[in-house]
């Protein structure tokens, strides 16, 4: 029978990528066999759970190829074969079994149960501190709009049922999105309800430089029992730096596999979806592709302008309408960048003991280098377009498709969604019904024009530009 299994493995080897292939198969050995059944020991839950949730149908095929028999292949690790039917039953469905355990005993539920008796917010502060976090990262200080509500759902869900509903939960998206504020707002949240959790959250880098640490002192015990033994909900802001660090991902690896085994959650943040990350070895990047995969987009000039209010608020700071649409309008990417904007100019309005006016914020933008173009919207570039062309709007979002009007109108389509924040359907929409694959195939073309300058499209594109911004 182990001959079998070498004949399958070789097989195997041929179906799946060598990284798969080492991560998954090179550790299940074969155990016993009997009545048609293909008993196969792995070495714990969290194989067992992958294994069989994605390449159990493979491994049969494999098995049939080799024998010419249909065989049914059970797995589990190698004690439990021997412990009889009990352990049994609850292997075979892990996960839910730990997440009835969860629900049903006092025992290790009580880690992520609501407790009364909670804190005062000094000590929930004291102990947000305490584990690296800032306090005011909470779900409440944080706004939601189209670009991150999806994110901000699925954390909330994170921190409602840790472990339960999206474990991993991996979220992504550009610098200054709020990916750190919402990972720690899970943390937050978690130790609001029980100040006794163990919530631990670190950059990748922290991770690596105390696995270093560890590894000089040679106490790599003490390193891995905080993370394996001593967490209830890991936090990892920043992941994207681990990749091509192999030793640290060896360990991240099996730290990540421990707790997920001890049904504990996992909440990890990077620059770059699982599968663009450089650097990170396959056997990480799927798993951390086995939970949810959420993404946080920059937010639309409401969603600018709320926080930016929520901020003032929170600041003390006296903005008006204006202010907030001035500085929504012309930093566009990056909250960061737009929450730092308001704190310096509310601090020099103050210091200079002036009220924050349009043309006071103007002035200070102009200093800073940022440069504070008014809002333009969809009409104004069509009008502007079709002048400078000479053609009319109607002929725009008509269906002609000459190309004395379908230039013009690709043009405005790019320069539409350059200076809006319009999704592709909406330009379509506002171009007269047209599909948003006409819209995106515009910018795309554009787009590479523009990039590999002097050509005509080019040269019209800053003409417009300039007149669009005088
Ligand atoms: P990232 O980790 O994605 O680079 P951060 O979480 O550090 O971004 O966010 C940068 C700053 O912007 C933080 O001060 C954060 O509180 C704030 N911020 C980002 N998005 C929002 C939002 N939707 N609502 C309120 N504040 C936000
Ligand atoms: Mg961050």
């Avoid at 000479?390 to 200076?419: C, N, W």
């Amino acid at each position: 029978m182990h001959d079998i299994w070498n004949a399958a493995l070789r097989e195997l080897q041929t179906k799946v990528s060598s990284d798969n292939f080492e991560s998954w198969f090179e550790n299940i050995r074969h155990h016993h066999y009997a009545d048609q059944v293909f008993y196969l020991a792995v070495d714990d839950d969290f194989f067992k759970a992958w294994i069989e949730d994605n390449y159990l149908d493979l491994i049969e095929d494999a098995l049939c190829e080799v024998t010419g028999e249909t065989m049914e292949v059970v797995l589990d690790i190698e004690e439990a074969f021997d412990e009889g039917e009990e352990r049994q039953v609850e292997l075979d469905e892990p996960r839910k079994a730990a997440r009835s355990a969860r629900i049903d005993d006092g025992g290790q539920a009580a880690l992520f149960e609501y407790t009364d008796e909670g804190s005062t917010p000094q000590e929930l502060d004291q102990k947000v501190s305490d584990s690296g976090m800032n306090p005011r990262y909470t779900f409440d200080e944080f706004v939601v709009g189209t670009s991150n509500q999806f994110t901000y759902a699925a954390c909330r869900a994170v921190a409602n049922t840790p472990a339960d509903t999206y474990n991993p939960l991996f979220i992504f998206g550009g610098v200054g999105l709020g990916k750190t504020h919402l990972l720690q707002a899970i943390g937050v949240e978690m130790l609001d309800r029980d100040p006794n959790a163990k919530v631990m959250y670190l950059s990748s880098e922290e991770f690596m430089n105390q696995l270093i640490t560890s590894l000089r002192n040679k106490d790599m015990n003490t390193f891995r029992n905080q993370f394996r033994n001593d967490c209830d909900l890991l936090l990892v802001d920043d992941i994207q730096f681990i990749g091509g660090k192999d030793s640290t991902q060896e360990e991240f690896f099996h730290t990540f596999n421990a707790l997920y085994q001890s049904g504990k959650q996992i909440v990890v943040t990077s620059d770059k979806s699982p599968q663009d990350l450089p650097g990170i070895e396959e056997r990480l990047a799927s798993r951390f592709s086995w939970g949810l995969i959420a993404d946080i987009q920059p937010p639309g000039i409401e969603t600018r302008v709320a926080i930016l209010e929520q901020k003032a608020e929170a600041d003390g700071i006296e903005m008006s309408s204006d202010v907030a649409m001035l500085l929504a309008g012309s930093i566009r990417s990056n909250v960061r960048e737009l929450e730092g904007t308001l704190i310096r100019l509310g601090a020099q309005a103050s210091l200079m003991g002036t009220p924050l006016t349009v043309e006071f914020a103007r002035e200070m933008l102009d200093r800073m280098n940022i440069d504070h173009r008014r809002q333009i919207g969809v009409d104004e570039i069509m009008r502007t377009v079709c002048s400078h062309f000479d053609i009319t709007v109607s002929d725009m979002k008509g269906p002609r498709r000459t190309r004395a009007i379908s230039e013009p109108r690709q043009i405005a389509m790019y320069l539409s969604r350059k200076h809006t924040s319009h999704s592709y359907p909406e330009l379509g929409r506002k171009f007269g019904g047209k599909d948003h694959t006409t819209v995106l195939a515009a910018c795309k073309k554009l787009g590479e024009l523009v990039e590999m300058g002097d050509n005509d499209f080019a040269h019209s594109i800053a003409d417009l530009e300039s007149i669009l911004f005088r």
